[in-house]
């Protein structure tokens, strides 16, 4: 079946670095992205959302970049922090459909950041 | 966003017997979702549960292993019966939000379950 996947299990960055998480996606008909951040022992805290007709996406510190073409996802954080070490998630799902809306999740990648 | 509650946090378990996990939302919510997370793993969607209504499973999940309850709208229970060590999982309970920009789902603490 189609899935959600990521490129790397985990990164490192130095504290202050900005970090870049890639996660690819294979089903087309995806029209709502969102990023998640799962630290130890909780669950998933959503970070950012972003839909099909947009590119790009800014929040506090973080951006979501959309390739439709490539069907590529990105998120990118500004001047990593220790806080922000955590497991990240892409997931997917098709919004307007009538039915719930059904999220699928990428794999999980690790960020680790050095002092 | 909703404040989602879930006990017991974590419990280990003996093969064959069974545990309730409960969900608890701040908010009535029309939809509840239930999750699994295996060991260093990704979310996995086990089931849909609506108020009134049976809940509905997705592929590999059934009913017999997993029942749920929705008695209202703020409320949610799912069971793991006769458990075995592959039960050993998080199981997250998650609710809908709209964000402006589309509908996000929201998680629980999560509930780890130990199995031996």
């Known amino acids: 079946g189609e899935s959600v996947g990521l490129h790397l299990p985990t990164l490192s960055v130095q504290e202050g670095d900005n970090s870049i998480i890639n996660c690819a996606y294979s089903n087309s008909a995806s029209d709502y992205f969102i990023w998640y951040k799962q630290e130890s022992g909780k669950g998933p805290q959503f970070i950012i959302d972003?839909?099909?007709?947009?590119d790009k996406r800014q929040g506090q510190r973080v951006t979501v970049l959309l390739n439709k073409t490539v069907k590529h996802l990105s998120l990118q954080i500004a001047a990593t922090q220790p806080g922000d070490s955590a497991v990240y998630f892409c997931a997917e799902t098709r919004l307007g459909t009538g039915a719930n809306s059904k999220l699928t999740f990428g794999k999980g990648i690790t960020l680790s950041v050095r002092p | 966003s909703a404040v989602i509650s879930q006990k017991p946090s974590r419990d280990i378990c003996q093969r064959g017997t069974s545990l309730t996990i409960q969900c608890q939302v701040d908010?009535?919510?029309?939809?509840m979702f239930w999750y699994r997370q295996q060991p260093g793993q990704s979310l996995t969607l086990i089931a849909t549960?609506?108020?009134?209504?049976?809940?509905?499973?997705e592929s590999g999940f059934v009913i017999d292993k997993f029942p749920i309850s929705r008695p209202n709208l703020t409320f949610s229970t799912l069971t793991v019966s006769n458990m075995s060590p592959e039960d050993s999982s998080i199981y997250l309970c998650s609710v809908e939000e709209g964000t402006g920009t589309g509908i996000v789902q929201y998680f629980g603490p999560g509930t780890r379950l130990t199995v031996t």
């Open positions: 549960a609506n108020q009134g209504s049976e809940a509905t499973y």
């Open positions: 972003i839909r099909s007709n947009m």
């Open positions: 908010s009535q919510v029309t939809m």
